[in-house]
Structures are given as C-alpha cells and as structure tokens.
C-alpha cells in the first residue's frame, strides 16, 4: 500500500482509519518547508530572549517566570557549571510530568490515530517544532511503535495533555510501548525498531502534547463503525418489518418530502430499497395466520408435519360485522395473526424519523471533525511572517500569540450530541425486537418464537434480556460530560471541555449498540423464517386441500350441519381460493440476501441450544460487514 501523504490540509477520516489500521505515512516536502521556517523563526526569538508563554516561560501558573541563562544553583560560590539547557529541561519536564494518565491503555489503532493527528496539525508550520523532531514521530509510527496511552486523564482543556505526553514520553525514550504485539519500556521499543531517542527544542514539549489529538481519534474511530451501524440500524429495522409482514406507506418518498430532514429522508429511501420485492409487506391482513402450537394431528402430509407450529384464524360472524360489512368484504372476516389496522406501531412505522435523526446527529459531528482533522491545535501559535499592526506594538506579540485552540469544546459538544443518539438507536432497535418475541406483540407469531410443543423450551426469550440490559446501560451512560467544567491548573484552566471523556465513551458506546443491533438481526432472522413458513403453510394447505380443510384451521365457524354452516364454507373457500392462486411469499430481495448471510453463520432455532455461539458469531458477521454487504451486493 502506498504511504498516505500528510500535509496538515488533507487529511480526511478515511485516510486516518486506514492508518489506525496500519497504513504508513509520509510527510509532504512543502509542508516541511514550513515547518523548518517557523523553527528558525523560533529559535531567533529565543535567541533575542523574547518573553514567550512555554518557550521562554514556564507553563501554567509559572507563566510569569521567565527562564535564565543558565540554572540558579550554578551561581553557588564554587558550583560547576552543569551545562544544562533550561529551555531543554523545559520541554522534557513538561512531557515527562503530565504522562500521568491510569486505566487500561487504548487499543493500539486509536494511538495511532492520535499520532498521525499530533504529526499533521504539526505539518501546517505554525507550532515551532523542528522537521527532524516531526520525522522522528512519523519513524515511530511507520515502524509500529505504540506508545502505551492509559484512558483515563485529560480533562480536554490544554487539549488532551496528559495522553498526548504518554505518546511523546516514548519518543523521548521513557514511558511504554507496544512492539510487534510485546509490551516494552519505551526505550526498548525504540531500539528494536532500530530508532533513537531524540532530546527536545524550543516548544517541541508543549507542541506535541497540546492539542485535541486523543478525542479526535476517538470521535473519528466511533463514527467510522457507527456509520456503518446506521445503515446496519436500517436493514434490521426492514428485516423485522418484513418479520412482520408490516405496511410501507410510512416509508414512501412522497411522505418524508413533506418534512425533508436529510437523515430521515434518506432513512425512508434505504428501508425501500432493502424492502423492494416483498410479498410479506403490505399482505392482505386475513391471508397471515397465527400461531397455534404444534400437534399431532396438526398436519397431513410427512411435510407439513415436520413443521414446529399449526396456524389458524379466527372467524368473525355476520352478526359481529356490523357496520363493518364493507371492510369484511374487503378483508375477508377471519383474524390471523395481523391486526386489522392501517398502521403500524411506533417501533416499526417511525424507523426513518428515529434513526433518520441519529443520521443527522451524526452528519453534525462529522462535520466538527473534518475540520479538526486539519486544524491547529497547540498553543501558542507562531506566525513568523507576521507584522505588528500599530507601531508601538511589538512584532512578537503578532507572531507568538497566545489562543486556544486546544480547547476540546467543538468536539465535546459534537460527541455529546452523538452520545445521546446512541441509547435513543439501541432503544428502537429493542423495542422492535421485544415486540417480535412477546406474543401480545407479535402479531401472531410463537412466543420467543420458538414452537415450544414439548413446554420446555424458551427460544429467545433471554436475548431480549440481554439487548434490555445493554439499553439500560447505554442510556446510563449518555449523561454529557461537556456539561460539567472542572477547573484543573490551579484555576488557570478555568473552563474546560471534558471532551476526551465524551469521545472515549462514545467509542466504548458505539461496540455496545452494534451488540443491540446484532440481537435483533438474530432476532428478526427467526421470526422471518417463522412468518415465512407459517403464510406459505398456510398457501400449501389451500392449494392441495379443499375448503372444508383449510376450514379446520378456523375457530368459531359453524359446524357442519348447524345453521350458516353453508356460508362459513363459501368464505372460507374464498380465502382457500387467493392463498392458493398467490405465489411463494418471500422477503424483500436485500433482506432475504442478508437473512441468507446470517442462516450461514446462525442456524435456525427449532430446539433450545446455547444461544452464546450463535450470538459471537453473528457479532463475528456485523463486525466484518458481511451481512450489509450482502444486502447491498448489487449496489
């Protein structure tokens, strides 16, 4: 794979990804120009002994003590000069100090992410740091250098200080890394990887660990999965509309171009794309029968009885139907296991508004973070080719100006945003689930859909415990962070942003709803194949059977000999008549694809088994994309 260039301009969320995942970087030759431009100009100014916050300056509330020439306790009578460089010893403290994170380390592709950010905000030439300082950060990323960057200690108020420390400690030779999978002291992972530790100039220290490095990465990283759970969010959603054998005018475009948000209207547009081709959605109500338990004398042929479930309707008789003749004339008067009704509950008829406005959440956040992506964030900011604006102001104070990009607001209010979003698509994608296993709900299906003839099975019954649990736990964790400012540095940080925790929990955030969303997929694969199979029994039965069979499956009719016996007959015939003549009912073409993907990896649930297996591999399924691609083979 060729190098991705970094230049500190182009830099987009798909190139990161590619090199949090391994992809090696080079750095743009007119971008280093800058950066050498700016260093020297630096250097002059320190030279000239320019008062400069972090350079010439100590940090925080030591900003108003200036460095000397040399250390103090040199001018003891009889001292030895040491030789120590106290803009040096400036920088490596402030690197060494602040690496004071705890927890367990981010994986290794967020880091990395987090270098190739630290290294391209550098690249733009308005931080100080030397190009040899920039390469040698680049060489440890090229050469799988990890650093080891415990989760848990920015405040994202000087950006992320103390996790950017952790990553610039190991370029000095100090903290921990990972290297080809081992553990190491940082300066051993350097030397295995055949690189130097590198002693640090003017600013370098408070160039590399100022900065929004760490909640970017998070942000960039959640986002990338969250986006393909999206439109994974849509396929369950349409899988279990099919399940359902709902209605699709909620979807229709002419619909959602009267309230045109652009989430939801493209929401509306995938849901009738995965459903196009379905025989299941919008079925005449009385053609779907509903679950009666399997008995012996269910069925007559060896086929039928290998089924797991009998079916049946209810028959409503004339005296029931008044005012409603002409609707039972329409829909013919037996109730299966559809209700009767135009619309669908929430759960299944709100999908584009619901998910459609995590969509937009989500465009928001984007939005925030393709920006930062090649942004300056350190501070200060050095323009060397400034010019003072009134006379009798100093150039400098033009040219090393003290800001604060660094503060993590932008991004904390974005994840904050997009982790209230997350809990509210988990939440959807239960409910759809919950309404597919409870029988109160179902619209006809078994209960926990499985057949349970033996009474000892409790089919998915627990899968909606787990998917609750996991609701309840992202819902407690959507509190925002960016809401609540803890002042740190001596009150010099008097505001900050909390934004490195909201990316953090965003990130842990999104693998947890792709588990929800992977529970329902699971979920919505069996009531599939359950609704399926129960409506084209149904169809096999009219088409082989006479009347007075299929009539055995309806309650409450005449029986033979009692009054209305003759009409009962006729109107069952006429549902025996349209079942027969319809085709095979199936699914939308992309939902049976990816139903097929997902019968590849979890079979179909007969008996009780461990359900355990089933989930890890259908995760396995999510997590390589296989069933979106399916859905969308022939995009």
Not at 64 to 77: I, S, W
């Amino acid at each position: 794979m060729k190098p991705i260039r970094l230049d500190g301009r182009s830099l987009t969320r798909d190139r990161l990804v590619e090199v949090a995942y391994g992809a090696q970087v080079m750095l743009d030759e007119g971008a280093l120009r800058n950066v050498a431009h700016a260093a020297a100009f630096l250097a002059e100014q320190v030279r000239r002994e320019e008062p400069i916050y972090g350079v010439s300056t100590g940090f925080g509330s030591n900003a108003d003590k200036l460095l000397g020439a040399h250390p103090l306790r040199d001018e003891l009578p009889g001292a030895t000069p040491s030789g120590r460089s106290l803009h040096e010893e400036l920088q490596r403290n402030l690197i060494i100090s602040h690496a004071v994170c705890v927890g367990e380390p981010f994986a290794p592709e967020v880091v990395r992410a987090m270098l190739c950010i630290r290294i391209n905000t550098l690249l733009r030439g308005h931080s100080g740091v030397r190009v040899e300082t920039l390469q040698a950060l680049t060489a440890m990323l090229n050469a799988g250098v990890v650093p080891v960057v415990p989760q848990l200690g920015s405040v994202g108020a000087s950006g992320d200080l103390a996790p950017l420390s952790h990553l610039a400690i190991v370029l000095l030779g100090g903290g921990e890394a990972f290297h080809d999978g081992e553990r190491l002291r940082g300066g051993e992972a350097l030397k295995r990887a055949g690189l130097a530790p590198v002693s640090l100039s003017y600013k370098e220290g408070l160039a590399l660990n100022n900065g929004t490095a760490q909640m970017l990465a998070c942000g960039v990283l959640a986002l990338h999965r969250l986006e393909e759970w999206l439109d994974t969010a849509d396929l369950a959603a349409a899988m279990t509309v099919d399940a359902f054998a709902g209605r699709l005018g909620a979807f229709a475009e002419e619909v959602h171009a009267l309230r045109p948000h652009p989430g939801q209207v493209e929401s509306a547009a995938h849901l009738r794309k995965l459903l196009a081709g379905s025989t299941l959605a919008d079925i005449p109500y009385h053609l779907v029968p509903k679950f009666r338990p399997w008995l012996p004398k269910s069925w007559d042929t060896p086929e039928a009885q290998a089924l797991g479930f009998d079916i049946g309707w209810d028959w409503v008789p004339a005296d029931q139907r008044h005012g409603r003749e002409k609707f039972y004339t329409r829909f013919k008067p037996f109730r299966g296991g559809k209700k009767h009704q135009p619309q669908d509950s929430y759960s299944l008829r709100c999908v584009p508004q619901v998910h459609g406005a995590v969509r937009d959440a989500v465009a928001q956040a984007r939005r925030v973070l393709e920006i930062e992506l090649n942004a300056v964030t350190d501070n200060p900011l050095v323009f060397p080719d400034a010019r003072a604006e009134h006379a009798n102001a100093l150039p400098t104070e033009r040219q090393v100006i003290s800001a604060g990009h660094f503060h993590g607001m932008p991004l904390a209010l974005a994840m904050s945003y997009v982790k209230a979003a997350i809990p509210v698509l988990a939440s959807i994608s239960e409910r759809r689930l919950n309404k597919l296993v409870d029988p109160a709900t179902s619209d006809g299906l078994p209960p926990f859909l499985i057949g349970n003839e033996d009474a000892t099975e409790s089919g998915y019954m627990i899968v909606q415990y787990t998917a609750a649990a996991i609701v309840n736990d992202l819902a407690s964790r959507a509190h925002p962070a960016s809401v609540y400012s803890i002042p740190t540095s001596a009150n010099a940080e008097d505001h900050v942003s909390m934004g490195a925790n909201e990316a953090r929990h965003v990130l842990a955030m999104v693998d947890d709803l792709g588990k929800v969303l992977a529970l329902e997929l699971m979920t919505a694969a069996q009531a599939l194949d359950l609704r399926r199979d129960m409506i084209n029994a149904a169809r096999d039965l009219a088409d082989r059977a006479d009347a007075a069979a299929l009539a055995a499956k309806v309650q409450g009719g005449p029986p033979p000999g009692a009054p209305g016996h003759d009409a009962f007959l006729a109107e069952v015939e006429a549902l025996r008549a349209e079942l027969a003549a319809a085709e095979p009912f199936h699914p939308g073409e992309a939902v049976a694809a990816a139903h097929a993907a997902i019968r590849e990896a979890v079979p179909f649930l007969g008996r009780d088994r461990a359900l355990d297996i089933d989930i890890a591999a259908m995760l396995a399924l999510m997590h390589d994309g296989g069933v979106y691609a399916a859905a969308h083979s022939d995009d």
